[in-house]
């Protein structure tokens, strides 16, 4: 890991999405890519964030 950019490319977007999910509730692989488009295109919020930037439960 440590040198992993001596082999990959540095990628511009976001490839890590965190949100708060109902318990028992498992996310679809196309909820995840929505959670990814929103923070890309919006930035962190509630609906979905980072570890840098994180959002407290909704209630």
Same mark, same amino acid.
């Given at each position: 890991?440590?040198?992993?950019?001596?082999?990959?490319?540095?990628?511009?977007?976001?490839? =890590?999405? &965190?949100?708060?999910?109902?318990?028992?509730?498992?996310?679809?692989?196309?909820?995840?890519?929505?959670? &990814?488009? &929103? &923070?890309?295109?919006?930035?962190?919020?509630?609906?979905?964030? =980072?570890?840098? =930037?994180?959002?407290?439960?909704?209630?």
């Amino acid at each position: 890991m440590m040198a992993r950019r001596d082999w990959f490319e540095r990628f511009g977007g976001a490839y =890590t999405a &965190l949100w708060w999910v109902p318990a028992g509730h498992r996310p679809s692989p196309d909820e995840g890519f929505a959670k &990814l488009w &929103l &923070l890309d295109r919006y930035g962190p919020s509630a609906q979905a964030f =980072t570890f840098k =930037t994180q959002f407290p439960p909704a209630g």
